[in-house]
């Protein structure tokens, strides 16, 4: 298994502001995932994030809207740029330690006013 | 792309009633996944299915994966309230494919 924790677990941001949100874990994980959550929704795939090389974004999503970084194999951040209220979401880090099982963290709930 | 259907999306019942969650998809899954979240919370982690055909047990929870590994289902039995939450089936491995979702409500 896989303990992951997200930080901040919520916050409250003015538009156009940007908001970096931090995800580590307990233990090296070759792959680690964004997800988003919008009120109500199930959750969509923003992005891989590559242990040393740029993330890979999933269609809809772009590198200057949602800027991710991967220093090493137990920690992730991903930045929600230039908000906007329509990024009012949750924003949930994952991890696959061994393939087929994936864990979520607590997730990030972010409200733009 | 692959997608995943589940229904239904709602679903209120009394305590004690049984219920089936559908997931049903037009591609074959290397593994599929069921999840519970509850308001506030992450997605956690309920079972993994991997085999065709497979059949899982989690107390009054039980996972099929279809033969073809295409749907799956969950079925719970004797709901009770504290089963009340945000079921979510997802399929892949790593980056995955989730269902819509089906909100079970139970009352008492």
């Known amino acids: 298994s896989a303990v992951i924790s997200q930080k901040p677990s919520r916050d409250i941001c003015q538009r156009g502001t940007s908001l970096t949100i931090q995800c580590q874990v307990d233990?090296?994980?070759?792959?680690m995932f964004w997800y988003r959550q919008q009120p109500g929704q199930s959750l969509t795939l923003i992005a891989t994030a590559n242990q040393g090389s740029e993330a890979t974004y999933e269609s809809g999503f772009v590198i200057d809207k949602f800027p991710i970084s991967r220093p090493n194999l137990t920690f992730s951040t991903l930045t929600v740029s230039n908000m906007s209220p329509e990024d009012s979401s949750i924003y949930l880090c994952s991890v696959a330690p061994s393939g087929n099982t994936i864990y979520f963290g607590e997730g990030s709930w972010l409200t733009v006013v | 792309t692959q997608l995943l259907e589940q229904s239904p999306q709602f679903l209120s019942i009394q305590e004690g009633e049984n219920l089936t969650v559908y997931c049903n998809s037009s591609s074959v899954f290397s593994s599929l996944q069921w999840y519970r979240q509850e308001p506030g919370e992450g997605p956690v982690l309920l079972v993994t299915?991997?085999?065709?055909?497979e059949v899982k047990k989690l107390k009054r929870l039980t996972f099929q994966f279809g033969d073809a590994r295409k749907d799956s289902s969950l079925h719970i039995t004797a709901a009770q309230p504290g089963d009340t939450g945000l079921y979510l089936c997802?399929?892949?491995?790593?980056?995955?494919?989730f269902g819509q979702g089906t909100i079970l409500t139970v009352h008492p």
């Open positions: 233990s090296q994980v070759t792959m």
């Open positions: 997802a399929g892949g491995s790593g980056k995955l494919t």
């Open positions: 299915v991997v085999t065709g055909g």
